[in-house]
Structures are given as C-alpha cells and as structure tokens.
C-alpha cells in the first residue's frame, strides 16, 4: 500500500521535500521530451534526402542531444554542495524518515530500482559534459582533430537508459501521487504507428507527404523501379507507413 509523505517524512521537512521533489520532476519531464523528440527524428528516413535538405533536423537534433546530456549531468553528476540531484535527494530523503517503518518501506520501493548500478553509464555523459559541451578541452579537441574524427558523443542508447532511471527514481521517491514524466504522448511508449500522434509526428508526416520518394511510384514510375531494389526492410516498412498517412496505397513489393 502507498504511503504519504507526511506518513514516511519528519514533518518539519515535508514542504522542503515537495519543492526539491518539484523542481527535480520538472527536469526530468523536459529531459523526457528531449529524448522523444530525439527517437523520432532519429527514426526518420533523412537518408532518402541529401545532406543539404535535412541540415535544420541535424542541428535541431544537436540541440536536443546536448540540452540532454546536460540535464543528465545536473540531475545525476553535479555535486556541487548547493545544488539539487537525484542522489542527493534519496540522501536527503533516508535522513530525514519519520522513523524504522518508514526507512524500511522506503528501502524496498528503491532496492529493486538499482540505480546506482545503472547511474554507472553517466561517466560518459559527464566527460563529454566537461570537454566538449560546457568547456572545450584542449587536449582531447588536438587529438581528436589530429586523427580527422569529429566531436564524441554518449551513445544514444546510454541517454535513453539514464533517462528511464532517472525517470524511475523520480516515481520511487514521489510518496503522494504517481507524477507523469512526460508530456502526454511524448514518451518511449508511444510508437510512430499509433492513430493518435503526437503535434511532432504530424509535423514529420507532413514533411514525408511532400518528400519525392513517397510520391515516386505515381510520379516518376520508370525510375521508382530500380529505386525500390535498393530499399531496405526497415525502409520498406516506413515507406508504406508515410504513404497510407499521407492517403496513399501502399506499394506491393513482389512486383
């Protein structure tokens, strides 16, 4: 059975708890949208455009990508003394327990979590954090530029796992209510099939409904022949899919 915070937490400290609660729910809701939107754009066939015509996603994407490795920095790497982290409000939280029960009911919500565990990946995100978003660092921009290799970046699976574990503590340690971390819709749950999409992925429908290769069958069918050899499974899948949102059949493939 839940509990409350006033039923778990000293009384004197439930108000400064509800506010770092507050203020931390509030990151990893923009941290959850930023890891949406990261999916979907990366899920997006950009690879049927040139180069040139998909540099706005690109930059949009770096964007997003660096502002994520910066929440997770705050909200898992900073320790500065003054500042609020998920740890340091589990710390926090365990000082200040109303008494054994309430330490013990704690405990068990958090034991199966492991996020200390899973937090190990985060070494990634504040290296990166420290040497190439928040500061260049000298050194590593010599050598990387000496090898010909471009700006290292936490895999995008790394920010998606942390997201979820930061995700997941933030539930644990919410004791009135179960809190959203995201805003409806902008989730991992949510799947670029589904009837009821996002403003996002209506904007990524409208850019594919105007896209040369959704129209090629009716357009350009001599060409769509030999074009269609090339195309992936995965490409195939998404094809038909931007085609029957955009109110096209879809293509056969046998023929």
């Known amino acids: 059975m839940d509990k409350s915070s006033s039923e778990v937490l000293k009384p004197e400290w439930v108000k400064e708890y509800q506010e770092h609660l507050d203020a931390l729910w509030f990151q990893s809701v923009s941290l959850n949208a930023n890891i949406y939107l990261l999916r979907r754009i990366s899920e997006f066939p950009w690879h049927w455009s040139p180069p040139n015509e998909s ?8 964007a997003l990508y ?22 340091k409000l589990r710390a926090s939280i365990m000082r200040n327990v109303r008494d054994d029960e309430a330490r013990n009911y704690i405990t068990a919500r958090l034991k199966e979590l492991k996020f200390d565990e899973r937090a190990r990946s985060a070494q990634a995100v504040e290296q990166v954090r420290n040497e190439w978003i928040a500061h260049i660092h000298r050194k590593s921009s010599a050598t990387l530029l000496a090898q010909g290799m471009g700006t290292p970046r936490v895999p995008a699976e790394t920010l998606y ?16 209510s179960g809190r959203a971390t995201s805003y409806d819709g902008y989730d991992k749950y949510s799947t670029m099939s589904s009837r009821d999409r996002t403003d996002f992925e209506r904007v990524l429908d409208m850019i594919a409904a105007n896209h040369p290769v959704i129209n090629m069958p009716e357009e350009q069918p001599d060409f769509w022949q030999d074009y269609k050899l090339g195309m992936t499974g995965s490409d195939r899948a998404l094809f038909n899919m931007y085609r029957c949102r955009s109110g096209l059949p879809a293509v056969s493939w046998s023929d």
């Not at 540099?55 to 770096?62: A, E, P, T």
């Not at 660096?66 to 320790?79: A, K, L, Q, Y």
């Open 55 to 62: 540099l706005c996603w690109s930059l949009i994407s770096d």
């Open 66 to 87: 660096h502002n994520s490795v910066m929440t997770i920095w705050r909200m898992v790497c900073d320790v500065d003394k003054d500042v609020l982290s998920v740890r």
């Open 161 to 176: 796992g942390l997201a979820d574990a930061v995700h997941e503590l933030i539930e644990a340690l919410s004791f009135d």
